[in-house]
C-alpha cells in the first residue's frame, strides 16, 4: 500500500486548507484510514480517523469542530478538510493506513503512512 498526501501550504490565522492522501492499490477495502500530525520537537499526534466499517469518525479534541475527514472511494483518497488554522496547527500532517481491529488514535496501530505534507500557519 502507497499513500500520498498532498495540499499542504502556508495559510494566515483563520484561513482552510483541504489535504488529500492518495493510496493505491486495495487501500480502502482493507485498511482504515487515519490522519496525524507533528510538530516541531513534539510527538508524533493523532487528528482524525475513520472507523473501520467507514461509519465513524474520530477527532482530536484540539481539531474537533474546526477539521473534516471524509473520502471518496472511487478516487481511494481520503480528505481532512481544516477550517479556522491556528497557528498551533503548524505542523507536518501525515495520512496513514490500519488494519481491522486496531486503535485509531495509536499512530505505532498504523501500518502504513504516507511522505507527510506541511502546514504552516502564520499569525
Known amino acids: 500500500v502507497q499513500l500520498q498526501a498532498s495540499g499542504g501550504g502556508l495559510v494566515q490565522v483563520g484561513g482552510s486548507l483541504r489535504l488529500s492522501c492518495a493510496g493505491s492499490g486495495r487501500t480502502f477495502s482493507s485498511y482504515a484510514m487515519g490522519w496525524f500530525r507533528q510538530a516541531p520537537g513534539k510527538e508524533r499526534e493523532f487528528v482524525s480517523a475513520f472507523s473501520w466499517s467507514g461509519q465513524s469518525t474520530y477527532y482530536a479534541d484540539s481539531v474537533k469542530g474546526r477539521f473534516t475527514i471524509s473520502r471518496d472511494n472511487a478516487k481511494n483518497t481520503v480528505y481532512l478538510q481544516m477550517n479556522g488554522l491556528k497557528p498551533e496547527d503548524t505542523a507536518v500532517y501525515y495520512c496513514?493506513?490500519?488494519?481491522?481491529?486496531?486503535?485509531?488514535?495509536?499512530?505505532?496501530?498504523?501500518?502504513?503512512w504516507g511522505q507527510g505534507t506541511l502546514v504552516t500557519v502564520s499569525s
Open positions: 496513514a493506513a490500519r488494519s481491522r481491529g486496531r486503535s485509531y488514535n495509536n499512530p505505532t496501530r498504523y501500518d502504513f
